[in-house]
């Protein structure tokens, strides 16, 4: 009995949400156990991984030229297999140092990623460790996670808005039906932040200051009460730091293009859902996940646009990782939604 026990703890698989933005770990009969930046700090010299996780994201924006910090999967693909690998082993190897037992592995990755892709990642999955390695797809596991009823035939749809893509799909019967990824998601805002400072005020913001402005004032619709602040950068002209008030109206404004261009990708998705599914949509409403979920007034505004109710995931930033995390507590029932290493 307390064998059959040990036993079991050491065969204890892991659910990986490798995001664009945050990788996050799921261990089996306990929940997610990991959650950092999906960054890596490279030595360009040699090619050495320095810092992972939350500490290389800290770097960014602050190394000197012969440390990059990389985001090994950016734009939803993997921008760089080897990092992607190294990354993936080391958040493994923090959760699972075990070298007595080979865990299960289900690994949840952008749709955008293609079959050599996924192939390549169920590789670095087996070369970190795992014993077998299943891949999900991520709008699959952000609907399980969000406890939406995949399984039912009844139409469910999912947004998963992260840093590099926006995932829409409509799931009935532990199949997806109709699906759209874009790759306008929260790193676009950013972008779109750093691009109107740098036009209305000739001020240059880093990545990560652009991502706190979007968190603290980004909204996609008018808010109840609007209010300013003060950011500061460094000074385009004369190369010194500088301080700029702006608004939320402002930063509104200046995210308007790559919001539109989300909503546009729900309302694209919806027109091709079939009416039944469109009419369980209605009445169950859009679920929305990922961090871009939490983008003040979203909700407000897709529901304006799509006339459809919309919820907010509860802890959007870790849908898909439970959602993962559930297949791998119950491999049988859900084996359908995933796709297997075995050769
Ligand atoms: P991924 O699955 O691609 O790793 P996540 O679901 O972890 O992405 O979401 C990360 C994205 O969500 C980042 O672009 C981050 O800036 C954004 N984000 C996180 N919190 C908020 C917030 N409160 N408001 C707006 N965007 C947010
Ligand atoms: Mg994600």
Redesign the pocket.
């Known amino acids: 009995m307390a064998r059959d026990r040990l036993f079991s703890s050491f065969r204890r698989g892991l659910a990986v ?1 490798l ?5 996050l770990v799921y261990l089996q009969g306990r929940g997610i156990v990991l959650n950092e930046p ?1 960054v890596v700090a490279i030595d360009a010299r040699d090619g050495r991984p320095l810092a992972v996780g939350l500490e290389a994201k800290r770097m960014i924006g602050r190394t000197p030229a012969h440390i990059s910090a990389v985001r090994p999967l950016r734009d939803g693909v993997i921008a760089d297999f080897e990092i992607c690998e190294k990354m993936l082993g080391y958040f493994i190897r923090r959760v699972h140092p075990s070298r007595l037992s080979k865990p299960e592995m289900v690994i949840c990755v ?1 749709s955008g990623v293609t079959g050599v892709e996924k192939r390549a990642v169920m590789d670095a999955a087996e070369a970190a460790g795992a014993r077998q390695a299943w891949i999900i797809e991520e709008p699959m596991a952000a609907a399980i996670g969000a406890g939406l009823p995949v399984h039912e035939p009844t139409g469910n749809m999912v947004v ?6 926006t995932e829409v799909a409509v799931i009935s019967m532990g199949g997806i039906v109709t699906s759209q990824s874009v790759r306008i ?3 676009e ?2 972008e779109a932040i750093i691009q109107f400072i740098k036009k209305e005020y000739s001020l240059a913001l880093g990545e990560r200051t652009a ?1 706190e402005i ?2 603290a004032l ?1 909204s996609a619709c008018t808010l109840q009460q609007e209010v300013s602040a003060e950011i500061r950068g460094r000074d385009l002209i004369t190369g010194l730091p500088k301080t700029i008030v702006t608004t939320t109206e402002e930063i509104r404004d200046a995210i308007e293009e790559p919001v539109a261009a989300i909503v546009d990708a729900v309302k694209v998705t919806l027109d091709k859902t079939p009416p039944e599914l469109a009419a369980d949509i209605m009445e169950q409403g859009i679920v929305l996940t ?3 979920a ?3 007034g979203l909700d407000a505004r897709l529901a304006a646009e799509t006339g459809m109710p919309i919820v907010i995931a509860d802890n ?2 870790q849908s ?1 990782a439970f959602g993962s995390g559930q297949c791998l507590e119950q491999l049988g029932v859900l084996s359908d939604v995933l796709m297997t290493s075995s050769r």
């Open positions: 949400d995001g664009t933005a945050n990788t999906s952008p998963d808005i992260g840093g590099g893509t998601a929260g790193d805002l950013d991502e979007k968190i980004g990922g961090g871009g939490l983008l003040h959007p930033l898909v």
